[in-house]
């Protein structure tokens, strides 16, 4: 008697489940579609107020950083930068506030900037300089010219300075070199203050423009030996 056939089954014929799939993480944006997705961000209307936020904090930024390095006498604690009434630069150390001559405590109308030198300085809070004008002097400094590098002993001087690139030395003992200076911009008018004892020069450092300036000397002064030092820096 034959045997019952038995049936085999191959492990081949077996169904094999397919694999499980395992997780795949997403791959970040390309940057073709990071690009477009701007591209689309831009078209829209509210994109606009978001971009110029985006322009004047830069601007901010940039302004600041102008004005607080642009010129090594101002990287000092003395330096300060005052946005009132139109704006100007101060520096303690050298007694000096600089406006621009559109700034309103100068300019009083389309015709131009017009100031009291005295009542300018003492609402500026520059100290040491004349409260009243018993001498008053207008003058010119022609390019890379030089006036003053003088100390004079027996009167306060206030002085007002435009019209070219000036640089203004005060004799200053608080400080290493013993003087402080500020630079004056052509289109800057600035008052500044020596005290009765302290040097002053006023420099012009443009080559084309001729600096102007008044001073008012709370005295009258004898330019003689005993009452001003004259040459007092031998560097000018």
Avoid at 63 to 76: A, D, I, M, V, W
Avoid at 166 to 183: M, P
Avoid at 184 to 194: K, N, P, R, Y
């Amino acid at each position: 008697m034959a045997n019952p056939r038995r049936t085999s089954y191959s492990l081949n014929q077996l169904p094999i489940s397919d694999p499980i799939p395992q997780f795949q993480s997403q791959t970040p944006q390309t940057a073709a579609t990071l690009l477009n997705s701007i591209k689309i961000f831009l078209k829209k209307p509210h994109a606009f107020p978001f971009l110029l936020s985006i322009f004047l904090l830069l601007t901010w930024v940039s302004l600041r950083f102008h004005r607080g390095y642009s010129n090594p006498s101002f990287r000092q604690s003395s330096y300060t930068v005052s946005e009132k009434d139109g704006g100007y630069v101060k520096d303690s150390n050298a007694n000096v506030v600089k406006f621009s001559s559109f700034s309103s405590p100068v300019m009083k109308d389309k015709r131009g900037w017009l100031i009291n030198p005295v009542s300018l300085a003492l609402d500026s809070d520059i100290p040491g300089g004349a409260v009243s004008c018993a001498s008053v002097h207008v003058g010119e400094i022609l390019p890379r010219s030089m006036r003053g590098n003088h100390r004079h002993h027996t009167c306060n001087e206030t002085f007002v300075i435009w019209g070219a690139k000036t640089v203004f030395r005060l004799e200053n003992n608080a400080v290493a070199r013993g003087y402080s200076e500020v630079t004056i911009g052509a289109d800057e008018v600035a008052v500044a203050a020596s005290p009765s004892g302290t040097a002053h020069a006023l420099v012009n450092i443009d080559s084309v423009r001729s600096t102007f300036f008044l001073g008012c000397q709370d005295n009258v002064t004898n330019y003689n030996v005993s009452a001003t030092d004259f040459n007092v820096w031998k560097d000018l």
